[in-house]
């Protein structure tokens, strides 16, 4: 059975329709790459999976659970979507970590709030360590062992992304989603957080990783995806799309990264 099932999505901005018929499945423990041009719809995609935008056709489900059907407004309420939300992490380009906020707290917050939130008035001691204690054991994996106290603007940019993977794994998602993870960084910082990602891979999570790191995709995706105009081009395993592309427009857009695939 598949972790995560999208069925037809579709999603327009005004007269333009950005996602047309996305339909894909996800096993658990697989890392799925997404590659595409700008403006393919890749970010649109990854914010529908998340509920940060509303699909207008299409329906999503994880472990067989209905999250979200465009024809059934009782798979919209508001008071239910935190929770679906839950289900994915999303780490963005820019970090986006707080920067009134150590390391520490910054992987810590959600966690903590969703306590409280969860009828906990005093989220009780034993809760708190926890969650710090699950904290630094996410940082130490992260390399980051060390820069707890730290606060954002004192770490690079590598590091400050290490830090926004640490954060969304904090909260457990089943999927972690990527969107684009290392193209703010200088090339010399990518390699750390492409390491990192890998090193997530080769323990299975599940991941969307949307990336123009070719050679990455190749190495580490279990499976591709090449998105154009809104669309699945075409899809299967990086030996086929990325080495072996069948589709005339998929082979036009890896020959920009040919030198590197
Ligand atoms: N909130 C919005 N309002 C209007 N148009 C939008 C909005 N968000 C995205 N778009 C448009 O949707 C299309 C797809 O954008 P999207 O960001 O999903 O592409 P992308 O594949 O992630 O591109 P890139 O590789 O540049 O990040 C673009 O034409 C974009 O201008
Ligand atoms: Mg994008």
């Known amino acids: 059975?598949?972790?995560?099932?999208?069925?037809?999505?579709?999603?327009?901005f005004g007269q333009t329709r950005v996602l047309d018929g996305i339909s894909f499945t996800l096993d658990k423990g697989r890392a799925l790459a997404i590659i595409g041009s700008s403006g393919s719809g890749k970010t649109t995609l990854l914010r529908c999976l998340n509920f940060l935008e509303k699909p207008d056709r299409g329906r999503i489900l994880v472990n067989d659970e209905l999250l979200f059907d465009a024809e059934d407004a009782l798979t919209q309420r508001e008071s239910d979507i935190r929770r679906k939300r839950l289900n994915f992490g999303l780490v963005f380009q820019a970090f986006n970590l707080f920067p009134q906020y150590t390391v520490l707290k910054n992987v810590t917050l959600a966690g903590e709030l969703l306590l409280r939130e969860r009828g906990k008035k005093q989220a009780d001691a034993a809760d708190g360590k926890q969650i710090q204690d699950e904290a630094r054991a996410l940082l130490a994996q992260m390399g980051l062992t060390g820069k707890e106290g730290a606060y954002p603007h004192q770490l690079s940019g590598g590091q400050q992304q290490r830090v926004a993977i640490a954060r969304a794994l904090a909260l457990k998602p089943k999927i972690l989603c990527f969107d684009e993870p290392t193209s703010a960084l200088d090339p010399e910082l990518t390699g750390e957080v492409l390491r990192?990602?890998?090193?997530?891979?080769?323990?299975?999570?599940?991941?969307?990783?949307v990336t123009h790191e070719m050679a990455f995709a190749r190495d580490v995706a279990d499976e591709v995806i090449f998105m154009d105009e809104g669309m699945i081009v075409e899809q299967g395993p990086p030996q086929s799309v990325i080495s072996n592309p069948r589709e005339e427009r998929t082979r036009q857009f890896l020959a920009r990264f040919s030198s590197e695939a």
């Open 196 to 209: 990192v990602v890998r090193s997530l891979a080769e323990k299975k999570m599940t991941m969307i990783i």
């Open 1 to 12: 059975m598949a972790l995560l099932e999208v069925i037809s999505i579709e999603k327009s």
